[in-house]
Every structure is written in structure tokens, then in C-alpha cells.
């Protein structure tokens, strides 16, 4: 099965050198709130009702800054935040915030 990323406007497939990451399942109700929260797509059959990721969504690499989410809530790879396909302020401020969180952690 050919993998795409699911975040709007990304365009990444799946490749030998790309990297691929499940949304968090219903077991672990909160990080995948937040995910979902982030990813924000829209229900395109139902505006009003929220957006369901199929089995096989999956978030690339790029959306994190060290290309892999971490399982640590208090970490900025614990949710995809870079390039979410936002306008361009909401994407600064996504900006800005993973720079005060790298700053935080010491990673920058």
C-alpha cells in the first residue's frame, strides 16, 4: 500500500529514505487528541462533523523537528507541529513555538 502523508498540503509518499508515523490509536485518548488537533483537516462529506483518520493515515517525518515523535508529553516532538499546511501566520506561530520548546529542552 502506497503511504502519503496526511496533513494538508504535504506532499511527501512513502520512500525508501521517508519515514512514516501512525496517528495515535483510541488507547491513548489524549495524545491523539492533540494530534488530531494539530493535523486539523477538515471533514469534507460531513463540515460539521470532525475528521476520522482511516488505519492507514500516516504523519512523515517532516512535521517533526527531530523527525520522530517522542513519547515524552512535555517534549516538542510529542505532536507534529512544523509545516501543517496553516496559513502563513498560524505557521510562524507554530514556528515560534517549537523554537521557545527547543530553547527549552536545549536543543537548539
Known sequence: MVHSCCVVDCTARWGPDKKFFRIPSEKDREK?????????????????????PAASDRVCEAH??????????????????IKMGYSGSQNLKAKEKASRLLKAFNLS
Open 32 to 52: 491523539r487528541k492533540k494530534w488530531l488537533r494539530a493535523i486539523r483537516r477538515l471533514n469534507l462529506d460531513a463540515p460539521k462533523k470532525a475528521w476520522i
Open 64 to 81: 517533526f523537528v527531530h523527525g520522530v515523535p517522542n513519547r515524552d508529553p512535555q517534549h516538542p516532538d510529542y505532536v507534529p507541529h
